[in-house]
């Protein structure tokens, strides 16, 4: 019986749509399950089960020693480019003192020509023929003509028609960012929080059953003892650092406006929402597709990959 040729079509002038998905050629799209998305309580960078979790005023939370070490590279990264910065800096201004020195000496030797020779000569042209080192195919000195064709001209194998490629190194930003949300973040303004772990005694059984892990850990609402989860809305005290349900939070703590477990007094600048945990459902969570654009096919070998502009 002879083979299908609907999804390999060999007598067709362009791709097909099954063809182009085989190539891996344009916009590659991935739907992302729940496997692929952080849960509420891993840490943002390390995406483990957080140690001493810290958060920043957007609800991102990060492990005390992964956010220090963030911050520890972003310092010396910024070192590094200042200094960069700073060499290129003087670099430039060796270059315009050199320039200036030379006009100069240029403008003297012509002066001094003019006045002490019977015959005046154009030192800048003869400079600029000087520094030219094309001289034609009989090696002879090349003409305004030529000159003017010599750069214009895309000859890369002529040293003197060699384009310049220089590097320039921008101001770097003095502060640090956040890891997650990219925006300005400093040491000062992250607070340590606190979750509540369940002790409850079917939960304890469970823990001396299986092995003691910190990814069998859960976590409930000090005020409701309700369990916590990924499909629900936390919200940490930056006063005090304790998590508490959404629910809880925006019932009692704008009307007591004290914590709840510690009755440390608290306002409603200090309630945080913490990002939500993933479940892989498209009503809860967002950006569940990842996108991907490969101007070569991957099986050419060449598949260079670059980002998709959103």
């Known amino acids: 019986m002879p083979q299908r040729h609907s999804k390999n079509n060999n007598d067709l002038a362009y791709f097909t749509y099954d063809e182009k998905k085989k190539l891996g050629y344009g916009t590659q799209r991935e739907r992302l399950g729940k496997d692929s998305i952080k849960p509420f309580d891993a840490c943002s960078l390390c995406l483990k089960p957080f140690i001493d979790p810290m958060c920043c005023h957007k609800g991102h939370v990060f492990c005390r020693e992964c956010i220090l070490e963030c911050f520890l590279a972003q310092k010396k990264d910024i070192q590094r480019r200042l200094a960069a910065h700073t060499s290129q800096k003087k670099q430039d201004k060796d270059e315009e003192e050199e320039r200036l020195m030379l006009q100069k000496a240029r403008e003297l030797d012509e002066f001094d020509q003019q006045n002490h020779s019977a015959m005046p000569r154009n030192s ?15 090696s002879v000195k090349t003409t305004s003509f030529e000159e003017e064709a010599l750069k214009t001209m895309k000859a890369f194998w002529l040293p003197s028609a060699t384009p310049a490629a220089s590097v320039r190194v921008d101001a770097p930003e003095t502060h640090t960012v956040c890891p997650e949300g990219k925006e300005k973040l400093k040491l000062k303004n992250l607070f340590a929080i606190r979750f509540t772990e369940d002790n409850s005694e079917e939960e304890e059984n469970k823990l001396k059953s299986a092995s003691s892990s910190s990814y069998d850990k859960s976590y409930i609402c000090p005020s409701c003892k309700v369990t916590l989860t990924n499909t629900m809305s936390l919200v940490a005290l930056s006063s005090c650092g304790h998590v508490f349900c959404k629910k809880c939070a925006e019932k009692f703590m704008p009307v007591d406006k004290v914590c709840l477990v510690c009755d440390k007094p608290c306002k409603d600048r200090n309630l945080v929402g913490l990002k939500k945990g993933g479940t892989g459902f498209a009503e ?7 996108k991907e654009y490969k101007h070569l096919g991957s099986g050419s070998g060449l598949g260079l990959v670059r980002p998709v502009k959103t």
Request: charged share 35%.
């Open 124 to 138: 800048d042209k003869n400079h600029n023929d000087d520094k030219n080192g094309f001289h034609g195919a009989n």
């Open 284 to 290: 809860h969570d967002d950006h569940l597709e990842a």
